[in-house]
């Protein structure tokens, strides 16, 4: 991994440390109050339990003081703490999974607490300095640190060889990959008030419960408690790492306090630029991103497909709905000629597709562009927002699955969104000129004298001049066409490919701003 996408990640996380730090005391005898309970007998009910009597307590964060050696790493300094792969948990238990530990410092400075599951009885995993190496000897201490998060490994990718696959750090914040893939965007446990301009809350991911799994297991079972000045919450992931990386998550949520702005199964990423923002970047490739759209399917059986931008002003979109089928943050364009960077490969990036698991009731998938100087920050949130707001002394429950992977898990009879250009318009500075490539399925079995046709719409400008003809070279069909805003400071465009019979291909839609 670069040390550009490694930064990039300790900034988001850490971010979310520092806010969530702000609020409330630090007090070790709080912490231990806070979590009794987490050893001893232990099953699926432990940490809803603790969630549970967390949300009728006054918030008290863990505690965040560090000894002077540590008080102020670069992230330099941090990165040169590094665990020992032999003194992993598990490690020469003959399992398919062992466990990596974070140390505390530099963004990372609350104490999180780690417990193993074995047998249904958890205990503490102890912490010594001797875990890690480091390459200043001067940031050896010997108090009782404890850790910062937590590092998942197994043989994802070569027989044998144990790989780092999935990360929980910093606020409550994880990543994970696919065979074959490299990091890219997270996701998160919950998002409060994000895009709000009073500030966004970050819930905090404080104590894991790590099961143990069985010989010849293929999964894994982590436990998390999330706690935050407005919220806790239980969560138990259990991961399957391969050609997917797959999540089934289970969530129970307890507010402390009204929350209007609540968000399930958040997803952050970046979107720097591509070939339909790239006028206000100088940039010698032709894209850096994380992901480049967002993808939905609707209750309603709609396939919907929003490119994402670097928006100049900050853009907050929202799309109504009622019991979603999924949404995701997808980069399906995966030739190392999208891209050309040899160090951060972006078409290595997993797509990150949500699949609820019962009825979600009715709310919106938000998104929300963040405009970015670089590709260093996230600029890029989406999740769902349930309609009615989550109150203080009620329970919540959301199940769902997380598929890391190349592409959106399930097959599609829908022409698919191949690229999306945005140029100007020779000879009147006032358009916009749009290309869109439609390919896949349809294009196998159709009659070569199909008549296609698109009728793009606006919220606002006008449309013109639009044109629809055969793509050879991705044996499918372009359709390109004028937009005129006027007076328009936003429109939001959108366009579906259909023959004389209907709609062939997923919704297309976009969101304009000068």
Not at 146 to 166: D, H, S, Y
Not at 178 to 183: I, L, S
Request: charged share 20%.
């Amino acid at each position: 991994m670069s040390s550009n996408v490694q930064r990039r990640g300790v900034i988001r996380a850490g971010a979310g440390v520092t806010l969530a730090s702000l609020v409330g005391g630090v007090a070790r005898k709080a912490r231990a109050e806070g979590l009794s309970g987490a050893t001893g007998k232990f099953d699926d009910s432990t940490v809803i339990q603790i969630a549970r009597r967390l949300a009728n307590a006054e918030y008290h964060p863990p505690g965040q003081s560090l000894p002077k050696a540590l008080d102020n790493l670069t992230f330099d300094q941090y990165r040169g703490i590094a665990y020992r792969p032999d003194r992993a948990l598990w490690a020469g238990d003959n399992l398919a999974f062992d466990v990596e530990f974070f140390p505390r410092g530099f963004l990372y400075r609350p104490r999180i607490e780690i417990y193993e599951v074995r047998d249904g009885q958890a205990g503490t995993v102890p912490y010594s300095p001797d875990l890690f190496t480091y390459s200043d000897p001067a940031l050896r201490v010997t108090d009782d640190l404890g850790f910062a998060g937590v590092r998942l490994r197994t043989a994802i990718n070569t027989p044998g060889v144990m790989e780092e696959f999935c990360v929980f750090l910093g606020a409550s914040y994880f990543r994970a990959v696919a065979k074959g893939q490299d990091y890219g965007l997270s996701a998160r446990g919950f998002a409060n008030g994000t895009g709000d301009p009073k500030g966004e809350e970050f819930a905090l991911f404080r104590a894991f419960w790590l099961e143990k799994p069985q010989p010849g297991v293929q999964s894994i079972v982590v436990h998390a408690l999330l706690d935050s000045p407005t919220v806790t919450g239980a969560f138990r992931f259990t991961i399957r790492p391969g050609d997917n990386t797959v999540f089934d998550v289970q969530t129970t949520l307890f507010p402390r306090a009204k929350i209007e702005q609540s968000g399930i199964a958040p997803l952050t990423g970046m979107f720097y630029f591509d070939v339909n923002d790239h006028n206000h970047v100088d940039d010698w490739r032709p894209a850096a991103h994380d992901s480049e759209a967002l993808q939905m399917w609707t209750g309603a059986d709609q396939q919907l497909y929003r490119p994402l931008r670097n928006p100049l002003d900050l853009q907050f979109s929202t799309f109504s709905d009622v019991s979603p089928r999924g949404f995701g943050l997808m980069q399906r364009r995966r030739a190392f000629h999208d891209y050309e960077d040899l160090a951060l490969h972006y078409e290595k990036r997993p797509s990150l597709w949500i699949e609820p698991i019962g009825d979600w009731g009715a709310g919106w998938v938000d998104l929300v562009e963040i405009p970015t100087p670089n590709e260093v920050n996230d600029n890029i949130v989406s999740f769902w927002r349930p309609k009615e707001p989550l109150r203080a002394g009620q329970e919540y429950h959301f199940t769902y699955r997380m598929y890391w992977g190349w592409d959106a898990p399930f097959p599609t009879p829908l022409a698919r969104i191949g690229a999306t250009r945005v140029g100007s318009v020779v000879d009147n500075n006032d358009a916009r000129f749009f290309a869109i490539d439609f390919m896949g399925t349809p294009f196998e079995h159709l009659p070569k004298d199909t008549h296609f046709h698109v009728t793009p719409k606006t919220s606002a400008g006008t449309i013109q001049n639009v044109v629809v003809e055969p793509n050879p070279a991705i044996n499918g069909i372009r359709t390109t066409f004028e937009f005129i805003p006027g007076d328009a400071k936003v429109a939001d465009l959108s366009a579906v490919l259909e023959t004389d019979s209907g709609p062939i291909s997923e919704q297309w839609l976009y969101r304009w701003t000068p």
